[in-house]
């Protein structure tokens, strides 16, 4: 084993608590802002820790800090020991079962900001004690660097300390408001797409591949506004620009849109519930997981 404790040095939580939070990081700044420390303290609490271990647990360089083998070595049992801590505290810190604490939900912007917030009052009854942390985000989150507690991905993730289980496929449609189509040539088949504008996202910015469904329904788009953002795509969808491709279980619920093409428009992808596997037990985890599988229950007709 690459890691020797020294003889008068016994591993404790404090000094696993910044070695993760600086492999998180990945720069001492970072990490001490993490912990509200200062980073000189953080850097001088690693190298004392790594000198009681008698390991290298990091590389230091100017663009940040990286683990060596015996650094990546000791994240798997401080994570184990992590998890421990956590669970005892939760435990231990409520006698009367109500649940307590912070969890962040990172999810697709459309989950987070269609489902998720609107019905986030459900969460909020049950379990007041519980603070959630919403990031509607469309990019890739990474739970092994604690950057959320949850997450809801659109694939199933690689195998590791990561579970995963899948909540529901979703469709997505073509879109257009009923002002725009009033003032506009009539969309009869997927031929005459290319003479209407379209909204989309910035391809280049697109984190997800399975976002990247443009191609499968025209080849030659006449885009007139791109955004980062779906739910800013459906408010231009709204105004009358141009048409776009929705969500179904969004988009069917605005009034002010019509769908199109219906039997030849329609893309198919899945909502995946992702957690650490040491953290899937956390009774504040899984009150936030049991909640999102009953957001998807009660919303089942919408998908």
């Not at 505290?89 to 649940?99: H, I, P």
């Not at 900001?113 to 049950?126: D, T």
Request: charged share 25%; glycine share 6%; no cysteine.
């Amino acid at each position: 084993m690459a890691i020797q404790s020294a003889k008068t040095h016994t591993l404790n939580w404090d000094d696993l608590r910044i070695f993760l939070a600086v492999a998180r990081d990945g720069r001492l700044v970072a990490a001490a802002r993490r912990l509200g420390l200062d980073h000189t303290t953080v850097a001088r609490r690693l190298t004392a820790f790594e000198e009681a271990v008698q390991a290298r647990l990091v590389d230091r360089s100017p663009k940040g800090v990286t683990l060596t083998e015996a650094g990546r070595e000791l994240m798997t049992y401080a994570e184990r020991v992590e998890a421990e801590v956590l669970a005892a505290r939760e435990a231990l810190g409520d006698r009367d079962t109500r649940l307590s604490g912070t969890v962040r939900l990172a999810t697709p912007e459309a989950f987070g900001s269609y489902l998720v917030a609107p019905n986030v009052g459900l969460l909020h009854a049950r379990h007041p004690g519980i603070q959630l942390e919403l990031m509607p985000e469309s990019r890739t989150v990474s739970l092994s660097k604690r950057e959320a507690d949850i997450a809801v991905s659109l694939n199933r993730p690689p195998r590791g300390r990561l579970v995963a289980q899948k909540l529901t496929d979703y469709r997505l449609g073509l879109y257009a408001s009923a002002d725009y189509l009033a003032s506009h040539a009539p969309l009869k088949d997927i031929a005459t797409l290319t003479a209407h504008p379209l909204i989309w996202y910035i391809e280049e910015l697109i984190d997800m591949p399975e976002m990247k469904y443009l191609s499968q329904i025209i080849a030659d788009a006449h885009i007139v506004f791109r955004s980062t953002s779906i739910v800013a795509q459906q408010s231009a969808v709204a105004s009358g620009l141009g048409l776009g491709v929705l969500h179904l279980f969004a988009a069917g619920q605005d009034g002010r849109l019509v769908r199109l093409l219906p039997e030849s428009v329609e893309v198919t992808r899945s909502y995946w519930l992702t957690m650490h596997a040491d953290q899937q037990h956390l009774p504040r985890v899984r009150a936030v997981a049991d909640f999102l599988h009953e957001i998807i229950r009660r919303e089942r007709e919408r998908f």
